[in-house]
């Protein structure tokens, strides 16, 4: 009998220690999801590649912070100023965004003025 409870005992153990660090690991991957959420989320002023004047971007931030979970990083846009005349655009723009993340963002006291 104590050499079931003995052999039992240590496979639980195991079991509880490969079970935190898999917690462990996807805790750290959400964060990572929601981290990159908040980075990206919100309008972006940027000067447009092709046309080399001033557009109002938004990232597809939820996209992006889903991809971060699964460490699969790749931008694209949600929303542009350009897009009813421009719906085709490379989407060069998200190099800008990508390259100064805080500096590009469109605050809320400029849209409203």
Not at 45 to 57: G, I, M, S
Not at 69 to 94: F, I, Y
């Amino acid at each position: 009998m104590d050499v079931l409870t003995a052999m039992f005992g240590a496979s639980l153990d195991l079991t509880l220690v490969m079970l935190a660090l898999v917690g462990i690991y996807l805790g750290h991957r959400v964060v990572c999801g929601i981290r990159t959420y908040f980075k990206f989320r919100g309008p972006r002023l940027v000067t447009c590649p092709e046309t080399h004047e001033p557009a109002v971007v938004e990232v597809a931030a939820r996209c992006a912070g889903m991809q971060a979970v699964w460490d699969k990083r790749s931008l694209h846009l949600g929303e542009c100023s350009r897009w009813p005349a421009n719906t085709a655009c490379r989407q060069d723009c998200l190099r800008q965004i990508e390259a100064r993340p805080a500096a590009m963002k469109f605050s809320a006291s400029c849209r409203a003025s």
